[in-house]
Protein backbone atom coordinates (compact mmCIF):
# COMPACT_ATOMS: atom_id res chain seq x y z
CA UNK A 1 0.00 0.00 0.00
CA UNK A 2 0.98 3.76 -0.15
CA UNK A 3 -0.32 6.84 1.23
CA UNK A 4 -0.20 9.90 0.01
CA UNK A 5 -0.84 13.62 0.70
CA UNK A 6 -0.50 16.98 -1.04
CA UNK A 7 0.60 20.10 -0.19
CA UNK A 8 1.12 23.62 -1.93
CA UNK A 9 -1.98 24.32 -2.77
CA UNK A 10 -3.58 27.83 -1.86
CA UNK A 11 -4.63 31.33 -3.62
CA UNK A 12 -2.69 33.27 -6.89
CA UNK A 13 -3.52 35.87 -9.57
CA UNK A 14 -4.12 34.46 -12.32
CA UNK A 15 -0.98 34.44 -14.43
CA UNK A 16 0.80 33.39 -11.24
CA UNK A 17 2.48 29.80 -10.58
CA UNK A 18 2.86 27.32 -7.46
CA UNK A 19 3.97 24.12 -7.33
CA UNK A 20 2.13 20.82 -5.86
CA UNK A 21 3.90 18.22 -3.84
CA UNK A 22 2.60 14.32 -3.38
CA UNK A 23 4.38 13.17 -0.57
CA UNK A 24 4.22 9.15 -0.95
CA UNK A 25 4.53 6.64 2.37
CA UNK A 26 4.64 2.96 2.28
CA UNK A 27 6.09 2.23 -0.89
CA UNK A 28 8.58 3.80 -3.49
CA UNK A 29 6.61 6.29 -6.06
CA UNK A 30 9.23 5.07 -8.81
CA UNK A 31 6.95 1.49 -8.45
CA UNK A 32 3.70 3.34 -9.56
CA UNK A 33 2.19 5.18 -12.16
CA UNK A 34 1.53 8.73 -10.64
CA UNK A 35 -1.15 11.29 -11.90
CA UNK A 36 -2.79 14.21 -11.38
CA UNK A 37 -6.12 14.82 -11.09
CA UNK A 38 -8.58 17.62 -10.40
CA UNK A 39 -12.14 18.73 -9.44
CA UNK A 40 -14.11 21.85 -9.54
CA UNK A 41 -16.89 22.56 -8.22
CA UNK A 42 -20.26 21.14 -9.62
CA UNK A 43 -17.72 19.03 -12.34
CA UNK A 44 -16.61 15.77 -12.20
CA UNK A 45 -12.75 14.87 -11.34
CA UNK A 46 -10.73 14.65 -14.54
CA UNK A 47 -6.94 13.95 -15.60
CA UNK A 48 -4.64 16.41 -15.47
CA UNK A 49 -1.04 15.28 -15.75
CA UNK A 50 0.75 11.62 -15.33
CA UNK A 51 3.88 10.21 -15.23
CA UNK A 52 4.93 6.27 -15.91
CA UNK A 53 6.64 3.81 -13.67
CA UNK A 54 10.12 3.96 -13.40
CA UNK A 55 10.40 6.54 -16.41
CA UNK A 56 10.21 9.36 -17.42
CA UNK A 57 7.93 9.42 -20.01
CA UNK A 58 4.87 12.17 -19.39
CA UNK A 59 1.10 13.06 -20.20
CA UNK A 60 -0.89 15.64 -19.97
CA UNK A 61 -4.75 16.91 -20.64
CA UNK A 62 -4.41 19.26 -23.35
CA UNK A 63 -5.98 22.41 -21.28
CA UNK A 64 -2.82 22.33 -19.39
CA UNK A 65 0.12 21.02 -21.93
CA UNK A 66 2.78 23.91 -21.94
CA UNK A 67 1.85 25.01 -18.36
CA UNK A 68 2.05 22.76 -16.29
CA UNK A 69 5.23 19.85 -15.94
CA UNK A 70 4.97 16.65 -13.62
CA UNK A 71 8.21 15.41 -12.26
CA UNK A 72 8.93 12.77 -9.64
CA UNK A 73 12.21 13.08 -7.51
CA UNK A 74 12.25 9.17 -6.21
CA UNK A 75 14.48 10.25 -3.35
CA UNK A 76 12.58 12.11 -1.68
CA UNK A 77 9.55 9.79 -2.71
CA UNK A 78 7.75 12.68 -3.51
CA UNK A 79 5.99 13.73 -7.13
CA UNK A 80 5.45 17.68 -7.97
CA UNK A 81 3.39 19.36 -10.23
CA UNK A 82 4.39 22.78 -11.15
CA UNK A 83 1.81 24.97 -12.34
CA UNK A 84 2.71 27.83 -14.20
CA UNK A 85 0.39 30.56 -16.16
CA UNK A 86 -2.52 29.85 -13.91
CA UNK A 87 -5.98 31.04 -15.32
CA UNK A 88 -9.14 31.40 -12.96
CA UNK A 89 -10.39 27.89 -14.73
CA UNK A 90 -7.62 26.22 -13.62
CA UNK A 91 -9.51 26.03 -10.04
CA UNK A 92 -10.28 23.24 -8.25
CA UNK A 93 -9.37 20.49 -5.83
CA UNK A 94 -6.17 18.67 -6.76
CA UNK A 95 -5.67 15.12 -6.01
CA UNK A 96 -2.66 12.65 -6.27
CA UNK A 97 -2.59 9.32 -7.64
CA UNK A 98 -1.12 6.26 -8.00
CA UNK A 99 -1.46 2.81 -9.29
CA UNK A 100 0.73 -0.37 -10.10
CA UNK A 101 -0.15 0.58 -13.71
CA UNK A 102 0.35 3.01 -15.35
CA UNK A 103 -2.25 5.86 -15.60
CA UNK A 104 -2.92 7.70 -18.76
CA UNK A 105 -5.59 10.61 -19.68
CA UNK A 106 -8.35 7.73 -20.72
CA UNK A 107 -7.85 5.85 -16.84
CA UNK A 108 -10.79 5.52 -15.30
CA UNK A 109 -11.41 6.86 -11.62
CA UNK A 110 -12.46 3.59 -10.09
CA UNK A 111 -9.17 1.79 -12.01
CA UNK A 112 -6.92 4.03 -9.80
CA UNK A 113 -5.59 2.24 -6.26
CA UNK A 114 -4.91 5.36 -4.07
CA UNK A 115 -5.76 8.88 -3.85
CA UNK A 116 -4.52 11.81 -1.62
CA UNK A 117 -6.83 13.60 0.08
CA UNK A 118 -6.47 16.84 -2.24
CA UNK A 119 -5.61 20.45 -2.15
CA UNK A 120 -7.16 23.01 -2.92
CA UNK A 121 -5.83 25.53 -5.57
CA UNK A 122 -8.06 28.85 -6.23
CA UNK A 123 -6.51 31.97 -9.27
CA UNK A 124 -8.08 34.99 -9.24
CA UNK A 125 -8.86 37.16 -12.09
Known amino acids: QVQLVESGGGLVQAGGSLRLSCAAS????????MGWFRQAPGKEREFVAAIRRGGANTYYADSVKGRFTISRDNAKNTVYLQMNSLKPEDTAVYYC??????????????????WGRGTQVTVSS
Open 97 to 114: AADPSDIYYYTRLYEVDY
Open 26 to 33: GRSVSAYG
